[in-house]
């Protein structure tokens, strides 16, 4: 390494859509102090602005708060609600908590994979949906659980989940 | 030491009383007191982390119990600490146990095997059969760079790469990723490690996780042989450990014991990577006559043969001062005083210098003025206790990595406060509450640090009676500054009002002040006013102002300093004495002669122009590259060209070697004994850890032999008895030489003769048509021009020389990263690879020097200063 400062990326390539750097400067520029104390808060509301941890905002965050790339994705890579991959548009979240693995989420996990060849954290190739887990949602009577993006969906079928999936394709 | 001073505790361990500084850690305060506690994550030079939880103590306070970790417990008054009682060792003993689950054993192929502290701990505690079942982690190694091997089986957590990384080395490489049970050390998404590759957490790594791979040798480093040594590179003067093994040196390392060397254990990429050279294949291992063009092989009696009756016939012919000598800054003090014993008392010839003298003479003169105005400047151990460091025109993590390194641990353990002031927006990541960044513009280093004397004396920040009356010429001086108004030095410097005076608020404030000037200093046309500016602002605080203030003259490379303390200067005599009647009779006489009489021209001032002139006949250069390092190529190479006869002494061909008429093989400092003197004046021994290669010699034996052979031999023989000459004619080096210390040597005499340094007024550089760009060099990070471009490691990580261009710039002339760009002088054009980024000032270009393949020196053409260029995107 020379001493150069944290690159900022020199140029985009013509055929990419350009970077839009207003809304992680708008971020930053919000902040009481330019202090790394401020990481985490400020990562949740870059990844609520983008839905995702963009490479090239991260890149602004380092240089504006100092922080090396190694601690950047250290702290990222220690929270799975940061994402430094863009996820599908409507994020699964499947219950595995003690009921709702009793009452069979197994069964819409693999399911989903059967479908749309996903597993835990991926995404799928239209980009539509990304699976996730989580540990309870705190309302086992509803078991099994699954939540579609915002949309909630308690004592679910396990075999339905293809058809309730189902219905969010057709809205595209 | 600081100037706010710590109380001093009272307390007990082990029922035995000790002191130690308040709010240092027990376990610091125990191994500085002679006790040893179980622990693996502590560092003294790091902040506290408590992460393995091995070093649990009991302390008794006002008679209430308390078991604590001793890392992180501060020592208060009248507490009693117990290490090792049956409770402290079961839960020491349980934490150690469980790292010893997933810790490999492999220890027969482990590099720390024998220096390792889980070795340590665990036969300390005798625990051999542990309780739970083993279950290792099976990860390859990552080798995704091509220095540093991580080997995380080994790993225990303990933290220390990663924070050595961040607190002392500002880098922040490495940091934990998916923290938890998978947690493991290592860069941003598993990418190849980017760093500055200082090494320090190789250095701090307690079980081997992270691994040298210049190293030649895997495992059991204790059995190496290890030689204690003083770095070969730069002038900050680190004491590195020489490692071999069967007569190969197979690495370098730091050693952290307390006390030894200045340099805490630290060491930079060039001291801990590049050790290529010492036995590399191209070294030169016989001395080579150059007959009708060509070099051929001679043996060491015809060579040293030749050059006497050479030296001797131009003496006869053209007298003494027809012959010169341009000795290393990278010699030993023992060899650099023979040099001069030779040609002054065996040719009678005034005529020795050195590179820095010929270029910067006045940076003796600077550091004479210093001590005529009572400015000693403290040992640079010290540097971490300072309340303000003045970083003034060096890129301390390029120049002197290892300075960088105190000055942060000041940072953290003292509140050190920073002020960077350097032409280029170099980066300098510290911790620093009060860090000022003076971008200035370039080549006004004269007008600010002047504007920062007439900010102090205007809001009267010292004070003034105080200086008045302790240096005579201080109303002279003060008039001299008139010409900085606010807005006169607002013009010239291109900073603002606010952050000058924050500055000289900063440095002016009740303090221990450490002045670090980077050879930067030297590029600039007024280069002497500049450093003279610096010097009237230290004299101002020293003698206005409350606290110290150290200030230490720009050095370049190992031994830069001791070459003047040894007189291989035509100014003056061994030990800075002019050269008169008295202090030559003195130095006749320790040499066993009669009388010393020396030539009275004056050569070697400007020795090039000399050779051209034809008033140089014959010259001896040892261990030098003028035509590579000296900042004017093209006269030294019409000089070599012209100059009759040429004796190269040096462990590489070179372009200067080439141009020889009889080359000697030197050793490298792994090869031979003696001292070096730093920048900071600490004389360090360098030792032998290595034979030779081929039949190269040490310049002690050859110039031993040349004054025998010219028939006026040496009256000391051995290197104890030249020490012995040297600690005679040079007093101040009375005692230097015996024991493992690093002690710094003391003026006889300071503060004889205060003054104010007036000089010329400051003159703005002047613009050249069509050349509208300044051209910045100075030393790389990885390259320093002597040998490092030998050392393979070195070569792979710094990768190819390249143009360093401001956006600004490079947007107005369509320029990115990575293209190739001409860089253009009225003397000189090559070709580079642009980087193009926001560390240069608009207006300049910045080219590391010291790359063969493409000497910056080519293109000054007799001016001084920055040099004009142009740049334009090459085809």
Redesign the interface.
């Given at each position: 390494?020379?001493?150069?400062?944290t690159?900022v990326k020199?140029?985009t390539p013509p055929e990419e859509e350009e970077f839009d750097y207003s809304k992680v400067e708008e971020i930053i520029d919000s902040l009481p102090q330019k202090s790394r104390r401020h990481l985490i808060p400020v990562l949740q509301r870059i990844q609520g602005a983008y839905r995702f941890l963009p490479e090239e905002a991260l890149e602004v965050l380092m240089e504006e708060l100092?922080?090396?790339?190694?601690?950047?994705?250290?702290v990222i890579?220690?929270y799975p609600g940061l994402m430094?991959t863009e996820p599908g548009k409507y994020i699964l979240k499947v219950c595995i908590g003690t009921a709702c693995f009793v009452k069979g989420c197994e069964i819409i996990c693999n399911k989903v994979n059967e479908k749309y060849h996903i597993k835990v954290g991926e995404t799928d190739e239209n980009k539509l949906f990304t699976l996730q887990t989580a540990s309870c949602m705190g309302n086992c009577g509803a078991a099994p659980i699954l939540v579609v993006g915002d949309d909630f969906y308690g004592n679910l079928d396990p075999e339905e989940t293809l058809s309730t999936l189902g219905s969010y394709e057709d809205k595209e | 030491m600081s100037i706010v001073a710590k109380k001093i505790c009272n307390f007990k361990i082990n029922d035995q009383e000790v002191t130690a500084p308040e709010g240092m850690p027990i376990l610091d305060a125990a191994q500085r007191n002679g006790f040893s506690i179980t622990n693996l994550c502590f560092n003294r030079k790091l902040k506290p982390f408590a992460a393995c939880r091995t070093c649990m103590v009991e302390v008794k306070d006002d008679g209430k119990k308390e078991l604590v970790y001793s890392c992180t417990h501060p020592v208060s008054e009248g507490i009693e600490v117990q290490i090792n009682t049956q409770e402290t060792d079961r839960y020491n003993n349980a934490c150690l146990e469980l790292l010893l689950v997933e810790h490999p054993l492999d220890c027969p192929i482990c590099d720390k095997s024998g220096i390792c502290p889980l070795q340590d701990n665990t036969e300390a505690m005798g625990i051999y059969d542990g309780r739970f079942e083993i279950k290792r982690r099976n990860e390859p190694s990552i080798k995704t760079n091509p220095i540093i091997e991580f080997y995380l089986n080994r790993c225990i957590m303990c933290g220390m790469c990663v924070r050595v990384c961040?607190e002392t080395q500002g880098?922040?490489?490495?940091?934990?990723?998916?923290?938890?049970y998978g947690v493991v050390i290592?860069?941003?998404?598993e990418?190849p490690l980017?760093?500055?590759?200082c090494g320090q957490c190789i250095t701090v790594c307690p079980t081997g996780a992270l691994n040298d791979l210049t190293s030649q040798a895997r495992g059991l480093a204790a059995l190496f042989k290890n030689t204690y040594s003083t770095c070969n590179y730069c002038s900050w003067g680190c004491t590195v450990k020489l490692e071999t093994k069967s007569g190969q040196l197979i690495r370098i390392e730091a050693d952290e014991t307390l006390g030894l060397g200045i340099n805490d254990g630290n060491l930079c990429a060039k001291g801990r990577f590049g050790h290529g050279f010492v036995q590399s294949e191209k070294r030169l291992k016989v001395p080579m006559a150059n007959v009708g063009g060509s070099f051929q092989e001679i043996t060491w009696s015809e060579a040293i043969q030749t050059i006497a009756e050479r030296l001797q016939s131009t003496v006869n012919r053209n007298g003494p001062a027809g012959v010169a000598g341009i000795a290393s800054e990278k010699m030993t003090n023992e060899e650099a005083y023979l040099f001069q014993k030779l040609f002054r008392k065996s040719l009678g010839s005034n005529q020795v210098t050195n590179l820095q003298n010929i270029r910067a003479p006045y940076v003796n003169e600077f550091m004479q003025k210093c001590f005529d105005n009572g400015i000693e400047s403290k040992p640079v151990t010290e540097l971490e206790n300072s309340d303000v460091v003045l970083i003034f025109n060096s890129?301390l993590?390029?120049e002197y990595p290892v300075g960088g390194n105190s000055v942060r641990k000041g940072v953290i353990f003292t509140g050190t406060d920073i002020i960077l002031a350097n032409p280029r927006?170099?980066?300098f990541?510290s911790e620093a509450q009060n860090q000022i960044e003076l971008t200035f513009s370039v080549g006004s280093d004269m007008a600010l640090a002047n504007s920062l004397s007439k900010i102090i004396i205007d809001k009267k920040l010292v004070d003034l009676n105080k200086a008045q009356k302790a240096v005579p010429n201080y109303g002279d001086w003060v008039k001299s500054l008139d010409s900085y108004s606010s807005d006169q030095a607002q013009r010239l410097t291109g900073l603002s009002d606010d952050q000058l005076t924050k500055a000289a608020e900063c440095f002016a404030k009740p303090a221990d002040r450490y002045v670090l000037v980077g050879n930067d200093i030297l590029e600039n046309a007024q280069g002497e006013s500049a450093l003279n500016a610096l010097l009237n602002l230290c004299i101002l605080v020293h003698s206005g102002g409350e606290g110290s203030v150290s200030v230490y003259p720009p050095r370049e490379h190992c031994n830069s300093q001791g070459v003047n303390d040894m007189g291989v200067t035509p100014q003056y005599l061994p030990g800075y004495k002019k050269i008169d009647k008295n202090s030559s009779a003195a130095l006749a006489k320790a040499w066993g002669i009669e009388k010393l009489d020396l030539d009275q021209a004056n050569h070697a001032e400007s020795l090039f122009e000399n050779c051209i002139s034809g008033d140089i006949k014959a010259l001896f250069i040892s261990g030098e590259d003028p035509l590579t390092s000296y900042y004017k190529g093209s006269l030294v190479k019409d000089a070599l060209k012209t100059v009759p006869f040429l004796i190269v002494q040096d462990s590489f061909m070179s372009p200067t070697a080439e141009m020889a008429d009889i080359i000697l093989p030197s050793c490298s400092f792994a090869e031979k004994d003696g001292t070096f003197t730093n920048m900071t004046r600490h004389i360090q021994p360098i030792r032998e850890a290595v034979l030779p290669e081929g039949s190269a010699r040490p310049e002690f034996d050859v110039l031993q032999e040349l004054a025998e052979a010219l028939g006026k031999p040496f009256n000391a023989g051995s290197i104890e008895e030249v020490q012995k000459e040297i600690e005679d004619v040079v007093p101040e080096y009375k005692g230097a030489f015996k024991g493992k210390g690093s002690p710094q040597w003391k003026p006889s005499q300071t503060g004889s003769n205060p003054g104010f340094a007036i000089s010329e007024d400051y003159k703005e550089p002047k613009e050249q048509k069509g050349f509208p760009f300044r051209l910045i060099t100075n030393n790389?990070?990885f390259h320093i021009g002597n040998y490092t471009q030998h050392c393979d490691a070195l070569n792979t990580v710094s990768g190819e020389q390249?143009v360093?261009i401001n956006r600004k710039d490079a947007q107005t002339q369509k320029i990115?990263?990575g293209d190739k760009v001409k860089v253009e002088s009225k003397n000189h054009s090559t070709v580079l690879t642009a980087?193009?980024?926001?560390?240069s000032a608009p207006g300049t270009v910045y080219i590391a020097k010291n790359w063969v393949e493409h000497s910056i020196n080519l293109f000054r053409n007799g001016e001084e200063g920055y040099v004009p260029v142009k740049i334009s995107k090459a085809e």
């Open positions: 390494m020379t001493t150069t400062e690159e020199e140029e100092r922080i090396s790339r190694a601690e950047i994705y250290g890579s220690f430094i | 961040d880098v922040q490489a490495l940091d934990f990723h998916r923290r938890g290592g860069t941003a998404n990418e980017d760093c500055e590759f890129d993590p390029s927006k170099v980066i990541k790389h990070m390249s360093q990115a990263t980087e193009v980024n926001g560390v």
